[in-house]
Structure formats: structure tokens, C-alpha cells
């Protein structure tokens, strides 16, 4: 960590880091300490030397894990992403549906569009925009 300038600092990454994979691969290092070991020696590199691991280490775009450690960290980020883009999507999906259902009423009661009403509709969540289209589709007006 000390050393992790230029092209010296990650010849001294990579072999750190080979360390770190072989005490893993002999079971001398759980998963928490082999992600400890290698954000350190990672976060402690300037751009040269982190340049140096990557080239010399993996070729990161078309890498593909060889451990089952690797594998399993990987497939757990996957899960992550994809329910992370699950939950936003259905929020933000609904949020735009219900925004344009809104504007959509509103038109067809010949109740103009303001400025007021993007006020009103900014950052709502989908059962705020609901409650509000329920409002306006039964008062066949704009709430005060």
C-alpha cells in the first residue's frame, strides 16, 4: 500500500494480489478478508499502477470468473443489479404511467395543464399520483 505509485507499485499489486488468490485458492482466506485484501491493494494504486494491474492481471472486458468464489461473487451481483433495476423500474414505470393517465384526464375534462400542476406531481410517488387521478377523475376538476 505504501508503494502503489507507477509502474513498480503495480508490479508489487499484482503479486499481492496473486498472493491473495493463492491463499484463497489453498483456503487460508475467507471471502471477506480476499474482498478486504484486494479493495486495499486496489484503492491504494495511482492510475499508472492500476493501469498496470489490470493489463497484467485480467483482461477485465471479457472476463470471465475461473474460481467458484469468483463465480459466486459474481452471480451475487448479478441477483443485486437485477432486483435493484426490478424495483426501479416498476417505481419509475408506474410513476410515468400515472403521470401520462393524469395529463391524459385532465385533457379529456378540458382541465388545462399548469405549471402548478408539475409542482404538484414532481417527485410523487405512485400512490400519491393514484390518489391524485382518483381525485380528479371522480371531482371532474383539479384539487385545490
Known amino acids: 500500500m505504501a508503494h502503489g505509485e507507477g509502474a513498480r507499485g503495480g508490479v508489487l499489486a499484482v503479486r499481492a494480489l496473486s498472493e491473495v488468490r493463492t491463499a484463497a485458492a489453498l ?4 471471502e471477506v478478508h480476499v474482498r478486504l485484501y484486494t479493495d486495499l491493494v486496489l484503492a491504494s494504486l495511482d492510475a ?3 493501469n498496470y494491474v489490470e493489463a497484467t492481471m485480467i483482461d477485465i472486458k471479457n472476463w470471465e470468473p ?3 468464489f469468483a463465480k ?9 443489479g437485477r432486483t435493484e433495476g426490478r424495483v426501479e423500474g416498476r417505481t419509475e414505470g408506474r410513476s410515468e ?3 401520462a393517465g393524469l395529463r391524459a384526464l385532465c385533457d379529456v375534462l378540458g382541465i388545462s395543464w399548469t405549471a402548478a ?8 410517488s405512485p400512490a ?3 390518489t391524485l387521478l382518483a381525485s380528479v377523475r371522480r371531482e371532474r376538476r383539479w384539487p385545490e
Open 128 to 130: 400519491e399520483l393514484e
Open 97 to 99: 404511467g400515472l403521470t
Open 27 to 30: 483456503e487460508h482466506l475467507d
Open 66 to 68: 475461473q474460481s467458484d
Open 48 to 50: 499508472i499502477a492500476r
Open 117 to 124: 400542476h408539475d409542482a404538484r406531481i414532481a417527485g410523487a
Open 72 to 80: 459466486h461473487w459474481k452471480t451475487e451481483g448479478r441477483v443485486e
